[in-house]
């Protein structure tokens, strides 16, 4: 990392040297992009141009609606529905941006402005929606959809459409109308609210470490990750842990200090909930109350089964079913694994109860006695840059990508590298910008996302930007950052959501990427078993000195502890996805108590003390925003798909079967424009998946 720091300065000042941002008139909104491939131009970027950018976004946006409502001639496919689907060029131009800065690189001016947007952008999507001449063109067209000759890319767009307004309630009568377009607004503001305080939450709390006794059991990179960080704070000489995985994972791990660990792990799980000003209970309670408001408008009983009805899963009893499969047998092998920690204290002679806060600590101590494997002897192995190759290693064997450094694509921080995507003939596929590490700026997790949308503009391609954004272990001291197996996990999975957008290829805006929430983690999640394959472990896994491939015996020993912890790992993932599904299936009153809700879920399913769910409500950025909302039970899901599909591969021999790979390019990453969902998969893999293999997978069975 550090040498392509000093790759990249230079290019950074000399583009900021051409920008001279004191003699700029134009808006960089308002002008074509002479950048290479047309990527936004960061560097000329500022907070200020967005306002006035998202109000020129709106005015055309409603212009160009305005001219389809007023078209003279009959609605037809073409001046309707494409027109529609064509119309609002300024407006992703600018959200986007707007939307992967203020996750990745926000500041207070951002999220000022985006107080201000966010109504301003609900008012006028609420208007399109509701629009009832725009409404009344696209029925028209929808209701004679079978007799207008549509191919089933054309028909699947109509029928896309359509349905995106019935939910938005277009066809409801004005008076609920007007009252869903309240709800609308105000879920908007909520939602916002809610993230704006888990952020503050994730940087309003640092456990200091005054002296040497508080430093105890650390390892030497965990040491030197706190005095880093202690520098940037002001508090140098001390050491300082915050709320960030890579900081606080590693401290719990190895911390000796019992009291501290609680500390940490407190602040951590508590965040939202320590009624100050950043508390999220009432604001979440109101938001259960709108959704549940608004989907009873729209005709469901309640928010679950208004978002589950376009997925896979079809309804919440479908989830619930599925969901139950996993709790069962994962909370019984944690059960198990909490006895065997709790023996461990017993034989050192401690006298207490395992704590929520003990888990890594001493699973730690299971994972060297039962698999001879600690986490400090496989990290050298997998320094970042090495784990980015071994990721474009797997895209090359599969789909025959390369990836070229591009020091003169502009970035929007010295941490974030860019790269071209060559498709397997040569020819440019997309960009790609890796920004890997914590920042104050950036919110919490890994994510994928876009600057620019993949597609067609007058027939010609218009290539994705793409953008895959972490939170990962930083370098510490001279070495290069040095990734956890769960941080080169979540690498991989990331790019799959990238190779997703690279590949993605339909004519119009609204269906070229469309799938099911719960058949998007699909394309994410099966690129994490290349990853941990020993052929390809021997490739990319290199001592970060020696060059070195990691050993047979590393690797032998990695295998065979896949299946260590899993009870824990996968309690706290279906925990929070049932407690996600009882907010929304729930029956809610006037009075909603957030911290009682969540009790009685736990409770009901008999979660044990020593497991916190990994998201609690009051932080659960997942389920603030609509993207999750009854939806956090698509990773599992989309489990059972990525591991039915990875043994498609490995069935044949060859990890990297070509005709495999082209057909789930094809079939799941490319034509989501033409079929979707498990019409889809079984397009790829010949027939539907059973749950045998995830259960086998992940030891559960
Ligand atoms: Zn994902």
Known sequence: MRKLFLLLIPAVMLMSGCGERSTKVENPFFVEWDTPFGVPPFDKIDNEDFLPAYEEAIKQHKAEIEAIINIPEEPTFENTIVAYDQAGELMSKVDLVFGGLRSA??????????RETTPMLSAHRNEIRMNQDLFGRIKAVYDQRETLGLNLEQMRLVEKI??????????????????????????????????????????GFKLILEDEADLVGLPQNVIDAAAAMAKRDGHEGKWVIDLSKPSWIPFVTFSERRDLREKIHRA???????????????????LMQLRQQSARILGYNNYAEY?????MAETPANVYNFLYQV?????KRAKGERDDMQKIINREGSNFKLESWDWWYYAEKVRKEKYDLDEDEIRPYFAIDNVRDGAFYISNRLYGLEFVKRDDIPVYHEEVEAFEVLDYDGTHLAVL????????????????????SGGYKDGERISPVVTIVMNFSRPAGDKPAMLSWDEVETYLHEFGHALHNFFADGQYRRTARSVPRDFVELHSQVMENWAGEPEVLKVYALHY????????????KLTKSQHFNQGFINTEYVISAIIDMDWHTADHGDEIDVNAFEEATIKRVGLINE????????????????????????YLWAGVLDADAFYAFKETGDLFNQELAAKFREYVHAKNSLYEGMDAYVRFRGKAPSIDGLLKQRGLN
């Open 105 to 114: 690189n926000t500041n207070d001016r951002l999220q000022e402005i985006a």
């Open 162 to 203: 359509y349905q995106d307004f019935e939910r938005g309630g277009a066809a409801l009568p004005e008076e609920q109308r007007e009252e869903l377009k309240k709800l609308n607004e105000r879920m908007s503001m909520v939602s916002l609210q809610l993230g704006e305080n888990v952020l503050k939450e994730n940087n």
């Open 268 to 286: 951590f799980y508590m965040r939202g909930n320590n009624d100050n000003e950043n508390d999220n209970k009432a604001l979440f309670a109101e």
């Open 307 to 311: 978002a589950i009805s376009i997925n």
């Open 327 to 331: 709790w069962e047998p994962a909370l």
């Open 433 to 452: 910008y890796i920004d890997p590490h914590p920042r104050p700026s950036k919110r919490s997790g890994a994510w994928c996302g876009t600057y620019r």
């Open 545 to 556: 000195e020696t060059g070195e491939p990691i050993p047979d015996e590393l690797i032998e």
């Open 611 to 634: 497991i916190v769910p990994r998201h609690r409500t009051n932080h659960f950025g997942h389920i603030h925003g609509t993207g999750y909302a009854a939806g956090y039970y698509v």
